[in-house]
C-alpha cells in the first residue's frame, strides 16, 4: 500500500512540471505550429488528474473498509464472538436482487433427494428476471391496445407512408416556389441570335474549358476542328449540334456534356456555338468533314455543330 502511495505521489508531482512547462509560453519559432496546443495539454492535464482523482477515491474507500473489518474483528475477539462480515452495500443490493440465500444458510432451501451426493436446492428465479418478465407482459398488452384495438398510433408501414406523403408535399412546395426554365424539346429546338441565352453558353463554353479542344476563339485546334466554318464532322444544324454536345462522341474525344450539365446549358452552348459560324478565328484549322448547307425552313443560316 505505501508503495502505490508512494507512486501516485510520484505521478502526480511529474504531472505538475509538465503542466507548468505547458502553461509557459513556448519559443518563436514553435509559436506558429499550432495554436491550440496549450489547450490540448490543459485538457489533457485534466482528465489524467481526474482518472487519478478516481483511483484515489478508490484506494481509501478500500482502506477505510478494511480500517473498518479489522476494527470489528477486534471488537468481537474482545466480546468472545464469532466475527460475521456486514454485508456492504452492493452485496446486499445483489442478494435482494436475485433473492440467493448465502452458503451457510443453503440448508433451510435444500430438497429431500440427492443423486451421487448432488443436493438439489429449491432456489427461485431471480426478482430482476421475473421483474423484466412482467414487464414484457405489460408492454406487450398495451402495445396491442395502443396499434391494434384502439389504432391511437400509426404502425411503421404507415409511419413511412406518412413521411412519403409529407416529402412530397414539401417537395411539390419547393419546386413550385422556385421558377422553372421551359423544357426544352430537341426536335422543336430552333436557332435564334438571343444575347443573353449565347452570353451565357459563352460562360459554359469558358467554364467547362471548351477552348482547350476547339480553341477560345473557336478556331479549333491539334484536338478540336473549327466552329466557325461550315465543315462539320457530324451533322450540321441545330439538333446535331444540341445532340452532339448533349451526348458527346466517345471515341474522338467529345464528351457527351449532357451528363455533367443541365439541359439548359446544352442549349445555351449550342447556341453560343452556332453565333461563332462565319467569324475570323485568330488562327483557324482548316476545314474537316462535309460542307453544311441550311435548309430553307432553319430559322438562322448561321448553324454549326460541335465536332
Not at 146 to 170: F, G, I, K, R
Not at 274 to 289: E, M, V, Y
Request: charged share 20%; with cysteine; net charge neutral.
Amino acid at each position: 500500500m505505501k508503495k502505490l502511495y508512494s507512486i501516485l505521489l510520484l505521478t502526480l508531482v511529474s504531472l505538475s512540471g509538465v503542466a507548468q512547462q505547458a502553461t509557459q509560453p513556448a519559443p518563436a519559432s514553435n509559436a506558429s505550429a499550432n495554436p491550440l496546443q496549450p489547450y490540448y495539454v490543459a485538457i489533457g492535464f485534466i482528465v489524467i488528474v481526474f482518472i487519478l482523482t478516481i483511483v484515489v477515491l478508490v484506494i481509501l474507500v478500500r482502506t477505510l473498509n478494511l480500517l473498518t473489518t479489522q476494527l470489528e474483528k477486534q471488537r468481537a475477539e474482545a466480546a468472545g464472538k464469532k466475527y460475521v462480515p456486514t454485508p456492504t452495500w452492493w452485496q446486499s443490493l445483489t442478494r435482494q436482487l436475485n433473492d440467493s440465500v448465502p452458503v451457510e444458510e443453503e440448508a433451510s432451501i435444500e430438497m429431500a433427494h440427492s443423486y451421487d451426493g448432488i443436493r438439489e436446492l429449491d432456489n427461485h428465479l431471480p426478482p430482476w428476471w421475473k421483474w423484466l418478465f412482467y414487464g414484457t407482459i405489460i408492454f406487450g398488452i398495451i402495445y396491442l391496445v395502443v396499434y391494434h384495438v384502439t389504432d391511437s398510433l400509426p404502425l411503421m408501414q404507415q409511419e413511412y407512408e406518412t413521411e412519403v406523403a409529407l416529402a412530397q408535399v414539401e417537395q411539390q412546395k419547393n419546386m413550385a416556389s422556385k421558377p422553372q426554365a421551359a423544357a426544352i424539346d430537341e426536335s422543336t429546338l430552333v436557332y435564334s441570335a438571343d444575347a443573353t441565352i449565347i452570353g451565357r453558353g459563352k460562360e459554359v463554353f469558358v467554364k467547362n474549358a471548351c477552348g482547350s479542344c476547339h480553341g477560345s476563339d473557336g478556331g479549333g485546334n491539334n484536338i478540336g476542328p473549327n466552329l466557325t466554318d461550315q465543315y462539320w464532322l457530324h451533322g450540321g444544324g441545330i439538333k446535331n449540334v444540341f445532340h452532339t454536345i448533349k451526348d458527346g462522341v466517345v471515341e474522338k474525344g467529345m464528351p457527351a456534356w449532357g451528363k455533367a450539365m443541365s439541359i439548359n446549358d446544352v442549349r445555351d452552348v449550342t447556341f453560343f456555338v452556332l453565333s461563332l459560324q462565319g467569324t475570323k478565328p485568330a488562327s483557324p484549322k482548316a476545314p474537316q468533314g462535309e460542307l453544311y448547307k441550311p435548309e430553307k425552313s432553319d430559322s438562322s443560316k448561321t448553324q454549326a455543330a460541335a465536332k
